[in-house]
């Protein structure tokens, strides 16, 4: 199709052509933090799960609300010449207001199944957002070990021009190679820790990672701590536990309630004997008499239960709001950190390389301390990822510990 086209033209509709492939998807952009979590969370396996939990208390909601079903009997019986035949139709009623308890505690529990599913889903994310930052942190790592393995070619050379020139000894010669094989060996054990992060992560979104992921590892300032502490009452996770604990609550009003159940019953009897023949109507009343059990222990069980379930909100709450001061300060120190480290270790690390190339260059300075100003380069490097990338870690705990993940 070029073949009548001008030389300029063809490399122009060669241009488009190859324009047109990278715009068509054929170059996927690498996965943002956003990207991660919008795929991850709308993973339909993870709908279906949540689904089937809230299911589990629509279920008991319904089994609360629903009457017991009454009871049909027919009873006939033949004496002589005389016969009688009666019928009866009895439903439990309840009249203790124990129905109208129990359908609360019902819908206590589903409303503390549905914050148990956002709680989930915010697990969820922080685990997407730790494989995710894992994979960028890993990314950093190795750019920064294929830069100290490239450095090894630029000066490799230089070293064999000086060797032929007899101003570069045989140990030099062997003691770079021994760090370019050195180098060869941890950038092959990153790339394989690099494949297995991306690995993970590529089984929590269901699909490949290969163009990798794109970011910033280090994160922003956190907010401020009473504003902070302004979002613990919203957290899932202690919503749950709140509305449990009302359940609990509703669950031990209703066992104190001592009124018995009635059960009322209405029918018909007939009498033949064999002279007259009489119907009439039936009406019965039967309450239990509680003379031996007395529900104690179902009183008592449901009296521990509730003060159990507001126990164990107290101490959650406490122990949320002591984490949130302790990981706030935590954050801000490691972010302060970080930047510090930066700048004042890693910026410089750059000039030092090239002072220590230039001396080696100009035969001011050995092979040992050009691969020592390497080293420390690489070093600090990787020293300045791994402050950011545990001040990321903090940041996620504290994202989940104050449900405030991203969107």
Same mark, same amino acid.
């Given at each position: 199709m070029f073949h009548c086209l001008s030389p300029l033209g063809r490399r122009a509709a060669l241009l488009a052509a190859l324009t047109g492939l990278s715009s068509s998807g054929v170059y996927a952009a690498p996965l943002t933090e956003a990207e991660v979590l919008r795929q991850g969370l709308a993973r339909p396996e993870l709908g279906e799960l949540e689904r089937a939990r809230l299911g589990d208390a629509d279920a008991e909601a319904i089994e609360a609300r629903t009457w017991p079903n009454p009871t049909f009997e027919v009873v006939h019986d033949k004496t002589g010449a005389t016969r009688e035949t009666s019928w009866q139709i009895a439903?439990?009623? !309840?009249l203790s207001g124990r129905r109208g308890l129990r359908i609360d505690a019902a819908d206590h529990r589903r409303s503390a199944a549905e914050a148990e599913n956002r709680a989930r889903r915010g697990e969820r994310a922080s685990e997407l957002r730790r494989a995710f930052h894992a994979v960028l942190r890993q990314q950093e790592v190795l750019r920064a070990m294929e830069a100290w393995a490239g450095r090894f070619a630029e000066i490799g050379r230089v070293v064999d021009r000086l060797a032929r020139a007899g101003e570069a000894s045989g140990? !030099?010669? #062997?003691?770079?190679?021994r760090e370019q094989r050195a180098a060869e060996a941890r950038l092959a054990e990153t790339r394989g820790e690099l494949d297995r992060n991306r690995a993970r992560l590529s089984a929590l979104l269901g699909q490949g990672v290969d163009d990798g992921v794109a970011g910033r590892l280090l994160p922003g300032a956190p907010a401020g701590l009473d504003a902070l502490k302004a979002r613990l009452a919203d957290r899932p996770d202690l919503s749950a536990l709140a509305a449990r604990a009302d359940a609990a609550d509703a669950d031990n009003a209703a066992a104190r309630r001592t009124f018995p159940e009635v059960t009322v019953g209405v029918g018909g009897k007939r009498v033949d004997d064999g002279v007259a023949r009489e119907a009439g109507a039936l009406f019965s009343v039967s309450i239990p008499l509680p003379i031996f059990d007395r529900q104690q222990a179902r009183d008592r069980r449901t009296a521990a239960q509730a003060l159990a379930a507001r126990a164990e909100l107290g101490l959650a709450r406490q122990t949320a709001a002591g984490e949130l001061i302790g990981l706030h300060r935590q954050l801000s120190q490691l972010i302060a950190a970080a930047e510090r480290y930066r700048q004042d270790a890693v910026a410089p690390s750059a000039d030092l390389v090239r002072i220590a190339e230039a001396a080696y260059r100009a035969g001011e300075s050995t092979v040992l301390e050009l691969l020592d100003a390497y080293k420390g380069a690489l070093e600090a490097e990787t020293t300045a990822l791994d402050l950011e990338w545990? /001040? #990321?870690? /903090?940041?996620?705990?504290? !994202?989940?510990?104050?449900?405030?993940?991203?969107?």
């Open positions: 439903q439990p009623v !309840d140990y !030099d010669r #062997r003691r770079l190679l545990k /001040a #990321r870690e /903090a940041r996620i705990e504290l !994202d989940q510990l104050t449900g405030n993940h991203p969107q």
